[in-house]
């Protein structure tokens, strides 16, 4: 069963930039696609964006499209979240899950808080 370890999160003004990592245990990190979600104070989970167990394919969530990148480096197993001209409103707990789609239904990390000010 994997685990996933997330962090690099911290308080960053508007406009700045912060690079989340998810680190993997278990089994083999390269046989899967991996998925980075957020959870903003009184709002429900929602998908941020995946890559898949190659790196060739990424999906993303409209609102964070053209500010957000993710890779991996499977050597490290290691998914990353490049998140740039960050805006209040991605304040939210991130946290990554092992899939491709937009939702997940198994067990969460304890995730890494971003809180980006005004």
């Known amino acids: 069963q994997v685990r996933l370890v997330e962090s690099g999160g911290g308080l960053v003004q508007a406009g700045g930039s912060l690079r989340l990592s998810c680190a993997a245990s278990?089994?083999?990190?390269?046989?899967?696609?991996l998925g980075w979600f957020r959870q903003a104070p009184g709002k429900e989970r929602e998908f941020v964006g995946a890559?898949?167990?190659?790196?060739?394919?990424?999906r993303y969530a409209a609102s964070v499209k053209g500010r957000f990148t993710i890779s991996r480096d499977n050597a490290k197993n290691t998914v990353y979240l490049q998140m740039n001209s960050l805006r209040p409103e991605d304040t939210a707990v991130y946290y990554c899950?092992?899939?491709?789609?937009?939702?997940?239904?198994?067990?969460w990390g304890q995730g890494t808080q971003v809180t980006v000010s005004s």
């Open positions: 899950a092992p899939t491709y789609e937009s939702s997940w239904y198994g067990d």
């Open positions: 890559i898949n167990w190659s790196g060739t394919n990424r």
């Open positions: 278990g089994r083999t990190f390269s046989s899967y696609a």
